[in-house]
């Protein structure tokens, strides 16, 4: 496989095994990179945490956000529940407080729309690239590291990564997921799988296929096998 060996090329000489965890959503890679580092003791870098913190409120990245979608993106502010207590001097709302992002709303315009999802793409993806480069130079003496990141491929962030191991589930197991999850109706749902790569086309560029069609036991049993093979 071409890319695997162009990849492997990179890390010669070094002995950190970098798995770049992937796969399409609701597929359960969180599923995987959790029994990694629950069962197996593995750090596990998440790049969706890494992207909501890039958006965290105030930061940089979330006024622009709202500055191109305004309210519809903002997110409610949540009714104080009354209490009976002395009056007392208001306090001054820290600069940046209410920049916070409707997560769910954002979702739904970016899915909707290829334009925006890239505009929105190329203005975290930088800071969560940012985020990993900082945080392997922090794990560089450890013997593995998982980098679970869901848009691995169209990213390139297989880049950072010594193998590829990509999480699949059958189409149906993974529209009914993402259905549960996120309480979407299943139109929205399947145009959120097609908006990402197939996962034929994922498949083809991974090092191994790890099936997540629901068996916990025969999960974790293909992560020990994947584990004590070479990369």
């Not at 709303?105 to 909707?112: H, M, N, S, T, Y």
């Not at 990993?132 to 679970?148: G, I, K, N, Q, S």
């Not at 086309?201 to 191994?208: E, N, T, V, Y």
Request: glycine content about 8%; aromatic content about 4%.
């Amino acid at each position: 496989m071409i890319r695997a060996s162009f990849i492997r090329a990179r890390f010669q000489g070094s002995e950190q095994r970098r798995i770049g965890l992937t796969g399409g959503i609701a597929t359960g890679k969180s599923t995987v990179g959790q029994l990694l580092a629950g069962r197996f003791g593995l750090p596990v870098l998440d790049a969706d945490l890494y992207a909501r913190g890039a958006l965290a409120p105030g930061s940089p990245a979330a006024r622009a956000v709202l500055a191109r979608y305004g309210v519809p993106v903002a997110a409610k502010p949540v009714a104080a529940k009354p209490v009976a207590a002395k009056p007392v001097a208001a306090r001054p709302v820290a600069a940046g407080a209410g920049d916070a992002i409707d997560r769910a709303a954002l979702g739904r315009i970016v899915f909707a729309d290829p334009v925006e999802r890239r505009w929105l793409e190329e203005l975290v993806h930088p800071l969560v690239r940012q985020r990993f480069e900082a945080e392997l130079e922090r794990l560089a003496h450890a013997p593995v590291v998982v980098l679970m990141i869901p848009l691995l491929f169209e990213t390139g962030l297989e880049s950072l990564c010594s193998e590829v191991w990509l999480v699949t589930c059958s189409p149906e197991t993974q529209l009914q997921r993402l259905i549960g999850r996120d309480g979407l109706p299943e139109h929205e749902a399947g145009a959120r799988i097609a908006a990402q790569w197939p996962l034929a086309r994922k498949q083809a560029l991974a090092d191994r296929l790890i099936s997540n069609d629901g068996d916990p036991e025969a999960l974790e049993q293909q992560l020990a096998a994947a584990l004590a093979l070479n990369p």
